[in-house]
């Protein structure tokens, strides 16, 4: 398993795209810190990953970008491992790893997100993502 190269699209902008598994992989042997950009809403009804460092990009009300979103995530990567950006999708994670990346971090995006892709029904939870690949997550 090895990181996907950054879309055309967004070239040179964050280090590249995981997959769960591979970002797994790293939690566990140490070499990343798994951050979730989720909001707040999001982690306690859908769900969470224990260990996860929770630095939204978005919050309520209104979605609006989190202000305290650098000073969070710079104090997440200060050991300089690499940061794995949890969101619902991977839309999110990719504009958080984006600012991440701006501000000196090395950070990926994990494909798929934590709920998946949509179905043929557009339902997430059933095509992909951290839970669906059995990954460790809880529920409130």
Known sequence: MQPRPVPAAHAGTYAG???PQLAWQWLQSGEA????????????????VPGAVAVAWKQWPGMVLNPR??????????????????????????????????L????????????GDPDEH??????GGWRHHGLPWRQN
């Open 104 to 115: 000196g971090l090395e950070a990926y995006n994990i494909l798929e997100g934590f709920e």
């Open 33 to 48: 810190v798994l951050v979730d950009v989720r909001s707040d809403a999001e982690r306690e009804w859908v769900g969470f």
């Open 122 to 127: 557009a339902r997430r939870g059933f095509k």
């Open 17 to 19: 795209d995981v997959s």
């Open 69 to 102: 979103f650098d000073g969070a995530i710079q104090q997440a990567g200060a050991g300089g491992r690499k940061l794995v950006l949890l969101c619902r999708s991977g839309v999110r994670s990719i504009a958080a790893a984006k600012r991440a990346t701006e």
